[in-house]
C-alpha cells in the first residue's frame, strides 16, 4: 500500500508559498469540529481573562444565599418542618399589657432607623445554586475556571520549557552531558509520579503558584524523553549535517534548524500536557494539596460537592462538572484538530 | 544474558543514589523543621533543642546525608513520626491491600479495552468509531473524582448493590465484598484512554506492509486481524502493561482514601498531610527501587514477546 | 499461440484526495490502459516514478488502499476481477496470482517464524495440515537457494539478510504453485551482485514451473535482460508495448528511445547524457570533447585514512567495528574521483570523514599543505568553505521550514562572503539560475520542489562558498534516469567551468564511469582496486571488480 502511494501525482496543492504554519491554519480552517472547538475555547479564555481583571465572579466569596440554594430553574426550596414544635397560625397575641418593653418600641424603632444594616435579604435561589454556605455557585465555578485553567497552562509551559531545553541538550550533545541528562531524567522517573508530587506538595506547602511548580517540575519527563528523541533524530538527518558542513555553530544547528522541524510535536505534546495538568490540579485540591484555602478550583468544588450530593444537592457537583468538561473537550478536540492541521501523520500520537 | 543483567543492575547504582540524594536534600532544604514538627505546637525552645540533638540534626550536613545513606542500605527505615509504627512494618502491612485492588483492576483494564479498540480499528471510519471518539472524548473530561463521587453514590448508597466502603481481614471478602465497587469504576474509567491508546497500536500495525503481504497470501481479514496484526500490537500493548506495573504499587490512592480502603496509597497521602518525612521519604527510596528492578525484568521477559530484542 | 492468462482493458485507477470546498477530489494515477500477460512469459512493466505502473500492478487483487476506485475490465482467464467479490479475490491471492514486494525486511511479519509464514498459505489454499506444510515450506527455502533451511525454518525475518528475505518472499509467493507472479520492483533496494543472483533465481523459477511473471521496475537494463514483452508506461498511460527484441532494438515511441538513450553506458563514453526532453524535442546532444590534464596539481591528497566506531560489548567492554582501513588517493585540480561499493563498504563514512563530519581515527588529509584533521578551530571553519558535500536523499537535504533564499544565504552569512544583505542575495538568485531554476525559486519552500530540483538546490548551496572540493554522496541515486541525467551534464558543466574537483561516491557503475576519470573500488573498508576509469573498466584486475562488472544489467543483449 504504501508504495502505490508513491506514484500518485498529488494534485497542486503546493503551488503556492505556504510555510508550515499557514499551510496548517489553512486546513484547520476546513475542519469545522476544530473550529467549533476553538471557538469554544476561545470563549473559555475571554471568561478567564474577565475573571482574573476582576469583572465577573470577583465577590464569589460572599454568601449571596441561603445555604443551599437550589438553582433558579428548580424553584426555591419549600420551607421546612422545623421540629416537632407546632407553629400556631393567626395573629400574635396582644401582649403590651405585660411587655416591659412595650412603652419603648416606638424609641428604639425611631433609633434603628438612624443606622443602615447591610443585611441584604439572602436570596431563596441563585442561577446555578449556592453551597453549603450560601455562595454563588456560578461565580465559584468561573473563579474555578480561571484558577484551574490558569495553573494547567502555567505548569504545562513549564514542564514543556524544562523538557525542551533538556531534551535539546541531551539529545543534540549526547556524550556526558547526555549521560547525566539521562541520569536525572531516571532519578524522576524511577519515583512513581504522584509520589513525586505528593513528595513536593509535602515540602512546599499549598498555594497557586506552588502547585504550577510541583507540576512542572515533576511533569517534564515525558516530554524530555520526546524532545531528545526528536533531536537524536534530526541531529543524523542531512539537512543538519548540510548546516553543519557549511560552517554553522552547535546553536544555530539546535534552535535555527532543528528546533522550529519539531516545534509542532512540542505544541502537540504540551496540549496534552495541558488536560494531564488540569486534572491533577482538580485532583490536588481536592485532597487539601492544592490551591490555598482563600482560592477556588473545580477540585474544591468537587471536594464540598462530595458532602453535599449525599444530602441530595447536586448542583455544585453538576457545575463544576460540566465546566470542566466542557473545557476539557473543547481543548482536546481543538487540540487533536491543530494536530492533523499541522501534520497527518502525527496522527498515531494521540 | 547474565552480563546484561549484571551491566543493568550496576547501572541502577546511580540512580538510586540520585533518588537518594533528591529525597535528602528536598526534604532538608524545602521541608519544614522537624524537631518543631515533631515537637508540635506547644513546644518549648529547649524541648524542640532537645529533638533536635535526638535527630541528629545539628550536625554537618555531610555527616547527616552520611548516616542517611546507611540506613538506606542497611534497610533500616525509621519509625513514622506520628504513629511511631516502622515504616518497614507499615510497608509491608499496607502493601496486600493495594495489590489486592490494583491487579484486578490492571488485568481487567487490559482484557475489556482490547477487544473494544480491535472491534473499533477493523470498522475503521464507520460511525462506530468515530462514535467511540467522541465519547471517550468527552468521558476523558470528567474528573476521576466525579466518577467516584457519583459512582459511590448510585452504586453505594443509592442502589445498595456494594457497600460504600470498608475492609476486612479476609482476602476472599474482601475480593467478594469490598472490591467490586472500586475495581468496576476504576476500569470503567480506565477504558476511555486506553481504548483510545490501543487504537492507536492497531491502527499504526494495519498501515504495515506485511498486512499487504499477508492479504496478498489471500488471508481473509479475520486471520489478518487477530493472527497477524494482533500478535504485533501486543508488543507496545505489554510495553505499555509493563510501564503501568510500577504504579500498581501507589495504587490508586484516590480509590483508596474514597473507600477507605489500608493501602499504600493512602498511607503515602496521610504521611504528607501529617508531615511525616521519613514515611514518605522511605516510600520514595522503595518504590524508586522496586520500579528499577521491575522495569529490569518486564525488559529481560521482553524477548519472550519480541524476537528482534537483542539485549545488549 | 499461447493464450492469455491476464488481460487489462482500459483500466483507470484514481485516488480520493478529501474534499476542497465541498467537492470530492480525485488523483488519477492510471488513465485507461491495456496489455495482455500470455502463459509462460515474463512482461516486464516499466516506467519511472508516478508513471502508474506499482498501481497497476497492485489493482489487478486490489491490493490498493481504502480510497482507490478502478474502472475498465481485468479478465483472469476470461473471468472479470474488477467485479469480484473479497472472498473470491482471498481464493485468487496466494494460490493462482502471487506477489513479491520491494522492501521485504517490512513486507515480512517480524513476529512470526520464517517457516511459520511459509506454512500459512500451504494450510489455507493446500489444505495441508501443519506437519505437511511444515516440510513442504522447508522443501521450498532449498528451492530458492537458503543454505540450510531446517535451521532457517526456526529463524526471524530480522535474522536474515536483505538477499535472503527476498528469496523468503518469493519461496512464500511460490508455495501454491501461482500461474502469475506479480513482482514489484524486487531488486530495487538490494546490492547489485544480490540483484543478480535474484534474477537468476527468477528466470529459473519461471522456466521450472511454467509460470508468468509481470515484473514491475525502473530499470530498463534489468527489464532488457529477464523479460519477454516489455509495457513502457509514463504518468498513467502506455507510451508503448512489444517484444523486447522490438523495444529494445527498434524502438518506435520517442519517450521510449529517450529512456533509452540517457542511460550512462558502460561501452562508450558520451561528454554529456542525453536528456528525455531534450531527446523528445529533436536536439542532438552536444559532443565537445575534451581531455584532462593528466598533470593538474594535487588539489586533496588522503593517506591512510582510517575510521572505527566503537559499540558496547559484554560487561564494560568495546568493540571496534572498522568502517574505513587505510584508504589513500590523490585529487587533481579539475578532476574526478569516482569512489564504488556496495552497501557496508565504507564509502559513505570515507566522504563524511573528509569534512570532518565524523572525526577520523587515523591518517592524513593534506589539503593546500596543511592536515585537515588536525586544524584548530578557527582554521577548521575557513576550511569549510573549501569543502563542500552534496548528499543522497534530496528530501531530507533541505531544511524543510527555511526558504530556498534562506538556505542560499545562510553560508554567506556565517562566512562573510558578499558585502551586504541584497548583495548576498543577488549572488543566491543568481546561482539558482546558474544551476538552472527560476530565481523566483527564491522565495519558495523545498516541498514545492522535485527530487531533481532540490539537489540542483543543494549544489547551489555548496556554490556559495565558491569551493574548490566537491564531494558527492550518492548524489544522483535517489533520482529517476532523467532527472539523474540532468544533475550529471550540470555537474560537468559546472566543472568545466570552475574548476571543481569532485570525489564522486555512488554504488552505480555506469554513473561512475561517465563522470570520474579515476575510480577507487571499495570493500568493508578497504580499497580493493585503483585506477583510471577506461582500465578498471577494461580490464579490471580484482577479482571482486570483475564481479561487480559482471552483476551490472546490461539490457538486451540480442
Keep these: 500500500m504504501s508504495t502505490a502511494s508513491h506514484d500518485v501525482v498529488a494534485p497542486a496543492a503546493a503551488q503556492r508559498s505556504d510555510g508550515v504554519w499557514l499551510a496548517a491554519w489553512r486546513r484547520f480552517k476546513a475542519d469545522r469540529v476544530g473550529l467549533v472547538s476553538a471557538c469554544v475555547v476561545l470563549a473559555f479564555i475571554v471568561l478567564v481573562a474577565v475573571s482574573a ?25 419549600p420551607a421546612e418542618a422545623t421540629g416537632a414544635i407546632e407553629v400556631p397560625k393567626g395573629p400574635n397575641a396582644d401582649l403590651s399589657a405585660v411587655d416591659p418593653l412595650a412603652p419603648r418600641y416606638a424609641d428604639i424603632d425611631a433609633a434603628a432607623s438612624k443606622y443602615r444594616t447591610t443585611d441584604a435579604a439572602k436570596a431563596d435561589t441563585l442561577p446555578m445554586g449556592g453551597d453549603r454556605l450560601g455562595r454563588d455557585v456560578m461565580s465559584k465555578a468561573i473563579k474555578g475556571t480561571q484558577i484551574s485553567v490558569f495553573v494547567g497552562v502555567l505548569a504545562a509551559v513549564l514542564a514543556t520549557l524544562i523538557g525542551t531545553v533538556l531534551g535539546a541538550l541531551g539529545g543534540f550533545f549526547g556524550g556526558k552531558v547526555g549521560d547525566f541528562l539521562e541520569w536525572l531524567y531516571n532519578v524522576f522517573e524511577a519515583i512513581p509520579g504522584i509520589l513525586l508530587i505528593f513528595a513536593f506538595a509535602a515540602v512546599f506547602g499549598r498555594g497557586i503558584g506552588t502547585v504550577v511548580l510541583i507540576l512542572g517540575l515533576a511533569g517534564w519527563t515525558g516530554l524530555y524523553r520526546q524532545v531528545r528523541a526528536e533531536f537524536m533524530k534530526h541531529s543524523g538527518r542531512e539537512y543538519v549535517r548540510a548546516a553543519e558542513a557549511i560552517g554553522a555553530s552547535s546553536t544555530s544547528r539546535m534552535f535555527k534548524h532543528i528546533l522550529p522541524n519539531i516545534s509542532h510535536v512540542i505544541l502537540v505534546r504540551m496540549s496534552l500536557l495541558v488536560v494531564g495538568f488540569i486534572k491533577s490540579e482538580v485532583i490536588l485540591s481536592y485532597l487539601g494539596l492544592g490551591v490555598g484555602v482563600e482560592d477556588v478550583s473545580w477540585g474544591t ?18 457545575a463544576a462538572t460540566g465546566f470542566m468538561a466542557v473545557f476539557v473537550t473543547a481543548f482536546s478536540l481543538m487540540a487533536d484538530a491543530v494536530r492533523d492541521a499541522l501534520d497527518p501523520k502525527l496522527r498515531g500520537l494521540e | 544474558m547474565a552480563a546484561y543483567i549484571l551491566r543493568r543492575l550496576w547501572q541502577m547504582i546511580p540512580t538510586i543514589l540520585g533518588v537518594v540524594l533528591l529525597v535528602f536534600f528536598l526534604f532538608k532544604y524545602f521541608g519544614g523543621d522537624p524537631a518543631e514538627i515533631l515537637g508540635g ?26 548516616l542517611y545513606l546507611q540506613s538506606v542500605a542497611t534497610f533500616d527505615w525509621g519509625k ?58 468527552i468521558a476523558l473530561s470528567i474528573s476521576f473524582l466525579v466518577y467516584i463521587i457519583v459512582g459511590q453514590y448510585v452504586f453505594g448508597f443509592q442502589l445498595g448493590w456494594f457497600p460504600v466502603q470498608g475492609w476486612s481481614d479476609s482476602t476472599w471478602t474482601n475480593l467478594t465484598t ?22 492507536t497500536f492497531f491502527l499504526d500495525e494495519l498501515g504495515q506492509d506485511y498486512v499487504r503481504t499477508a492479504r496478498a497470501k489471500g488471508m481473509t481479514e479475520g486471520r489478518v486481524m487477530f493472527s497477524h496484526v494482533l500478535r504485533n500490537a501486543m508488543i507496545p500493548i505489554l510495553t505499555n502493561v509493563g510501564l503501568a506495573l510500577p504504579g500498581v504499587f501507589v495504587g490508586s490512592f484516590l480509590i483508596e482514601v474514597f473507600f477507605s480502603i489500608p493501602g499504600l496509597g493512602r498511607e503515602i497521602l496521610l504521611a504528607v498531610n501529617r508531615s511525616d518525612y521519613p514515611v514518605i521519604q522511605a516510600i520514595a527510596v522503595y518504590l524508586a527501587a522496586l520500579t528499577m528492578v521491575i522495569n529490569l525484568i518486564v525488559d529481560v521477559l521482553f524477548k519472550l514477546v519480541d524476537p528482534r530484542v537483542v539485549l545488549k | 499461440m499461447t493464450s492469455s492468462l491476464l488481460q487489462i482493458q482500459d483500466l483507470r485507477v484514481s485516488f480520493r484526495m478529501g474534499k476542497e470546498q465541498g467537492v470530492v477530489q480525485w488523483a488519477e494515477a492510471v488513465r485507461g490502459i491495456g496489455f495482455e500477460v500470455p502463459e509462460n512469459s515474463i512482461v516486464a512493466l516499466v516506467g519511472e516514478s508516478g508513471s502508474g505502473k506499482s498501481v497497476t500492478a497492485m489493482s489487478i487483487v486490489n491490493l490498493l488502499p481504502d480510497n482507490a476506485k478502478r474502472q475498465g475490465r481485468i479478465l483472469w482467464q476470461g473471468r472479470d476481477l474488477l467485479g469480484a467479490s473479497l472472498q473470491e479475490l482471498q481464493q485468487l491471492r496466494g494460490k493462482e496470482i502471487a506477489c513479491v514486494f520491494q522492501d521485504p525486511m517490512s513486507s515480512l511479519n517480524p513476529v512470526f517464524t520464517i517457516g511459520a509464514q511459509l506454512a500459512e498459505p500451504l494450510m489455507k489454499h493446500m489444505g495441508m495440515t501443519k506437519a505437511q506444510a511444515l516440510q513442504r515450506a522447508e522443501a521450498l527455502l532449498g528451492e530458492v537457494g537458503i543454505p540450510e533451511p531446517g535451521r532457517r525454518m526456526g529463524s526471524y525475518p530480522h535474522e536474515l539478510s536483505g538477499g535472503q528475505q527476498q528469496r523468503v518472499m518469493i519461496a512464500m509467493a511460490l508455495a501454491c504453485e501461482p500461474k502469475l507472479l506479480i513482482a514489484d520492483e524486487p531488486t530495487t533496494a538490494l546490492d547489485v551482485t544480490i540483484q543478480r543472483q535474484i534474477l537468476e533465481l527468477i528466470g529459473k523459477l519461471k522456466a521450472t514451473r511454467r509460470m508468468s511473471v509481470l515484473f514491475i521496475s525502473h530499470d530498463l537494463g534489468v527489464v532488457g535482460e529477464i523479460a519477454d514483452h516489455v509495457v513502457v508506461m509514463r504518468h498513467g498511460v502506455i507510451r508503448e508495448q512489444g ?14 528511445r529517450a529512456l533509452l538513450a540517457c542511460r550512462p553506458s558502460l561501452t562508450h563514453n558520451p561528454d554529456r547524457l542525453m536528456v528525455i526532453d531534450d531527446h523528445m524535442a529533436g536536439r542532438s546532444s552536444r559532443q565537445v570533447q575534451h581531455t584532462k590534464d593528466p598533470q593538474a596539481p594535487v588539489v586533496l591528497e588522503v593517506r591512510s585514512l582510517a575510521k572505527s566506531f566503537f559499540i558496547k560489548s559484554g560487561l564494560f567492554g568495546k568493540r571496534e567495528f572498522k568502517a574505513v582501513q587505510g584508504v589513500s588517493f590523490r ?20 566522504g563524511l570523514t573528509l569534512l570532518r563530519l565524523h572525526e577520523p581515527t587515523s591518517g592524513e588529509v593534506i589539503f593546500e599543505g596543511k592536515n585537515l584533521l588536525t586544524l584548530s578551530d578557527r582554521e577548521r571553519q575557513s576550511m569549510r568553505r573549501r569543502i563542500q558535500i552534496v548528499f543522497q536523499n534530496p528530501y531530507a537535504s533541505l531544511n524543510p521550514r527555511f526558504t530556498i533564499g534562506q538556505t542560499l544565504v545562510e553560508p554567506m552569512d556565517i562566512h562573510g562572503i558578499g558585502t551586504d544583505r541584497a548583495d548576498r542575495e543577488a549572488r543566491a538568485r543568481a546561482l539558482l539560475e546558474k544551476v538552472g531554476l527560476d530565481a523566483s525559486a527564491f522565495a519558495k519552500y523545498p516541498h514545492e520542489f522535485s527530487g531533481g530540483q532540490r539537489q540542483r538546490i543543494a549544489i547551489a548551496r555548496c556554490l556559495t562558498l565558491n569551493p574548490e572540493v566537491l564531494v558527492l554522496d550518492e548524489a544522483v541515486s535517489a533520482l529517476d534516469v532523467s532527472v539523474q541525467a540532468q544533475v550529471l551534464n550540470l555537474l560537468r558543466d559546472l566543472q568545466d567551468e570552475f574548476g571543481l574537483s569532485y570525489v564522486f561516491i555512488s554504488h552505480d557503475l555506469a554513473v561512475v564511469r561517465f563522470i570520474s576519470d579515476e575510480v577507487l573500488v571499495m570493500k568493508d573498508g578497504v580499497v580493493v582496486e585503483q585506477n583510471s576509469a577506461e582500465q578498471i573498466l577494461a580490464s579490471p584486475r580484482e577479482d571482486y571488480t570483475r564481479r561487480l562488472l559482471a552483476a551490472i544489467p546490461r539490457g538486451y543483449q540480442a
Excluded at chain 2, 120 to 129: E, I, K, N, P
Excluded at chain 2, 178 to 199: E, G, I, K, N
Design chain 3, 331 to 350: 585529487l587533481r585540480k579539475g578532476h574526478t574521483l569516482g569512489v564504488v561499493g556496495e552497501s557496508g563498504s565504507g564509502k559513505t563514512t570515507m
Design chain 3, 243 to 256: 517484444r523486447v527484441a522490438d523495444i529494445f532494438a527498434a524502438p518506435k515511441d520517442d519517450y521510449t
Design chain 2, 178 to 199: 469490598y472490591v467490586p465497587l472500586p475495581v468496576l469504576l476504576a476500569v470503567f474509567v480506565a477504558l476511555a484512554p486506553y481504548t483510545r491508546l490501543y487504537r
Design chain 1, 301 to 318: 468544588m468537587l471536594a464540598e460537592a462530595q458532602s453535599e450530593l449525599i444530602l441530595g444537592y447536586w448542583w455544585q457537583l453538576a
Design chain 2, 41 to 66: 505546637l506547644n513546644a518549648t525552645p529547649e524541648q524542640i533543642a532537645a529533638i533536635r540533638q535526638q535527630l541528629g540534626l545539628d550536625k554537618p550536613v555531610w555527616v547527616q546525608l552520611g
Design chain 1, 53 to 77: 481583571l476582576g469583572w465577573v465572579a470577583k465577590g464569589w466569596q460572599d454568601e449571596v444565599g441561603v445555604a443551599n440554594a437550589p438553582p433558579t430553574l428548580l424553584g426555591p426550596r
Design chain 2, 80 to 137: 513514622s513520626w506520628a504513629t511511631n509504627e516502622a515504616v518497614s512494618h507499615l510497608f509491608s502491612s499496607r502493601l496486600p491491600a493495594t495489590l489486592t485492588v490494583m491487579l484486578p483492576i490492571l488485568v481487567l483494564e487490559v482484557i475489556v479495552a482490547l477487544p473494544v479498540a480491535m472491534w473499533v480499528s477493523y470498522r475503521r471510519g464507520s460511525l462506530a468509531d468515530r462514535t467511540l471518539m467522541v465519547v471517550t472524548t
